[in-house]
């Protein structure tokens, strides 16, 4: 039975404050346009041949979780595979999370779903699991299965990555537009997995930062300005088969690797800094989120062309320039990530930032050129930091009821 059945509510919790409006210092102009906020109740399709949750439209909010797993038999984890397949499946429709339902147990046993969600929609909540390399070592006779492409990251200049909150054996990103709906999903994995794995780190985040489809209007990041509009979407059909989902014929076939930087920023410094120097850094207009030296924020950037002083409308050095493909040898990347506040850290500052995710074919032609090329030059890392960092298999889609995350890999 669905959540909305069985307690007859409506859309709850899904007028939840969306993707933020902006309301600049220093940007006079004509007032805001209306953010079309993507707010949509349906479930979206578990099933299929791409785990959702990656071109699917990206959701208003995140709760994102790195396991450990604590068992060592393999066996354990194949079955916790299994039922957090099944458990998937019923949550990503609105259901709960046991297959008996909240109130089908016997009186004596603790409910098979916590309850938090039992009157919300399904809210297009979507979870996408990933295997990280500690997984491929010894512990689970996957040594030989580890696929080259989920090779460590390099040591990028200038990261302070803290350890308790980086890497982990297994990923669920878990989306959606209510953040009770996003919690109560990890919430429930987790209890479903006492014992077999614990919780090592997990990310709340808000106003997603990225667009992964046309349709969709570009949300802006914490410094202010529209975030994705250079994205991999879910309409470029040719640049997802090419530089996003894995092929071959082994088990990662269909699927994606992922990573996440969770990147700190020194908000309160930003915030003293001229709106010009703020621009010259993205190299793109705060408002409209045009390149500099265009109109439109969809205006391809034009790297060559000068202004009257005779220098380069967009920096050489400028985020975008570093970043676009043509500098980093057609690397594509569909970022995913998320605007995230912690609370503050007791010297005054809150702390803040983006927590950073891309997917891709293979991180070590995608990401790796374009992050070491950030953090060589970027002029945006005077006010970023670097304070965790993730890697993960994502496997392709689970294809019916018989089927399970990660079933091609063991
Ligand atoms: C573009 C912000 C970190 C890769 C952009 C844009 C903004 C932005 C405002 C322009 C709009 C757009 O096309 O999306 C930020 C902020 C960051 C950050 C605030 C850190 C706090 C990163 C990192 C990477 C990255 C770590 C990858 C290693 C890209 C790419 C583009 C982009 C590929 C598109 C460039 C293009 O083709 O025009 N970013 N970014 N960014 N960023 Fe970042």
């Given at each position: 039975?669905?959540?909305?059945?069985?307690?007859?509510?409506?859309?709850?919790g899904?007028?939840?404050?969306?993707?933020?409006?902006l309301a600049?210092?220093s940007?006079?102009g004509?007032?805001?346009?209306a953010l079309?906020v993507d707010?949509?109740?349906?479930p979206?399709?578990?099933?299929g041949?791409?785990?959702?949750?990656?071109?699917?439209?990206?959701?208003?909010r995140?709760?994102f979780v790195?396991?450990?797993?604590?068992?060592?038999?393999?066996?354990?984890?194949?079955e916790?595979?299994?039922?957090?397949?099944?458990?998937?499946a019923?949550l990503?429709?609105?259901?709960?999370?046991?297959?008996s339902g909240a109130?089908?147990?016997?009186?004596?046993a603790?409910p098979?779903?916590?309850?938090?969600a039992?009157?919300?929609?399904a809210s297009a909540?979507?979870?996408?699991v990933?295997?990280?390399?500690?997984?491929?070592d010894?512990r689970?006779g996957?040594?030989d299965?580890?696929?080259a492409?989920?090779?460590?990251?390099?040591k990028?200049p200038?990261?302070?990555?803290?350890?308790e909150?980086s890497?982990g054996?297994?990923c669920v990103?878990?989306?959606?537009h209510?953040?009770?709906v996003?919690?109560?999903?990890?919430?429930?994995l987790?209890?479903?997995?006492?014992?077999r794995?614990?919780?090592r780190w997990s990310?709340?985040?808000?106003?997603?930062?990225?667009?992964?489809?046309?349709?969709?209007?570009?949300?802006?990041n914490?410094?202010?300005f529209k975030?994705?509009?250079n994205?991999?979407?879910l309409?470029d059909?040719?640049?997802?088969?090419?530089h996003l989902?894995?092929?071959g014929g082994?088990?990662?076939?269909?699927?994606t690797?992922?990573v996440?930087?969770?990147?700190r920023?020194?908000?309160?410094?930003?915030?003293?800094?001229s709106?010009?120097?703020?621009e010259?850094i993205?190299?793109?207009?705060k408002r409209?989120?045009?390149?500099l030296?265009?109109?439109?924020?969809?205006?391809p950037?034009?790297?060559?062309a000068?202004?009257?002083?005779?220098k380069?409308?967009?920096a050489p050095?400028?985020?975008?320039?570093?970043?676009?493909p043509s500098?980093n040898?057609?690397a594509?990347l569909?970022?995913r990530?998320?605007?995230?506040?912690?609370?503050?850290?007791g010297?005054?500052?809150l702390d803040?930032g983006l927590?950073?995710?891309?997917?891709?074919?293979?991180?070590?032609?995608?990401?790796v050129?374009?992050?070491?090329?950030?953090?060589?030059r970027?002029p945006?890392n005077e006010?970023i930091?670097?304070?965790s960092?993730?890697?993960f298999a994502?496997?392709?889609?689970?294809?019916?009821?018989?089927?399970h995350w990660?079933?091609?890999?063991?």
């Amino acid at each position: 039975m669905s959540r909305r059945k069985l307690f007859g509510l409506g859309a709850a919790g899904v007028a939840a404050a969306g993707a933020g409006g902006l309301a600049t210092r220093s940007l006079v102009g004509e007032p805001p346009a209306a953010l079309a906020v993507d707010h949509v109740s349906t479930p979206v399709p578990f099933y299929g041949e791409h785990q959702a949750g990656i071109v699917t439209p990206a959701q208003d909010r995140l709760h994102f979780v790195a396991f450990d797993v604590v068992t060592d038999k393999r066996a354990e984890l194949v079955e916790l595979l299994r039922e957090w397949t099944a458990a998937a499946a019923r949550l990503t429709q609105g259901r709960e999370a046991g297959a008996s339902g909240a109130a089908g147990g016997p009186p004596e046993a603790a409910p098979d779903d916590t309850g938090e969600a039992l009157d919300l929609p399904a809210s297009a909540l979507t979870l996408t699991v990933g295997f990280g390399p500690s997984l491929f070592d010894d512990r689970f006779g996957l040594a030989d299965r580890r696929p080259a492409a989920l090779a460590d990251l390099p040591k990028f200049p200038g990261e302070h990555l803290v350890p308790e909150i980086s890497g982990g054996d297994i990923c669920v990103q878990a989306c959606a537009h209510d953040p009770q709906v996003a919690v109560h999903a990890v919430r429930n994995l987790a209890r479903i997995g006492f014992g077999r794995v614990s919780v090592r780190w997990s990310q709340l985040g808000f106003g997603r930062t990225s667009s992964t489809s046309r349709a969709q209007s570009t949300p802006r990041n914490l410094m202010g300005f529209k975030d994705g509009t250079n994205n991999l979407k879910l309409e470029d059909d040719r640049l997802l088969r090419e530089h996003l989902w894995a092929r071959g014929g082994d088990w990662m076939a269909g699927g994606t690797y992922l990573v996440t930087r969770k990147i700190r920023m020194t908000i309160e410094t930003w915030d003293r800094t001229s709106l010009a120097e703020q621009e010259a850094i993205f190299g793109r207009d705060k408002r409209a989120g045009a390149p500099l030296g265009r109109k439109a924020e969809f205006d391809p950037p034009d790297f060559a062309a000068k202004g009257p002083d005779g220098k380069p409308y967009i920096a050489p050095d400028a985020h975008i320039r570093l970043a676009h493909p043509s500098s980093n040898g057609d690397a594509h990347l569909l970022r995913r990530g998320y605007n995230y506040v912690d609370g503050s850290d007791g010297l005054g500052r809150l702390d803040a930032g983006l927590f950073f995710m891309a997917y891709q074919r293979d991180p070590r032609t995608q990401f790796v050129p374009v992050q070491m090329a950030l953090a060589k030059r970027d002029p945006l890392n005077e006010y970023i930091k670097h304070v965790s960092s993730g890697l993960f298999a994502c496997p392709p889609g689970v294809r019916d009821a018989g089927d399970h995350w990660g079933r091609a890999l063991f």
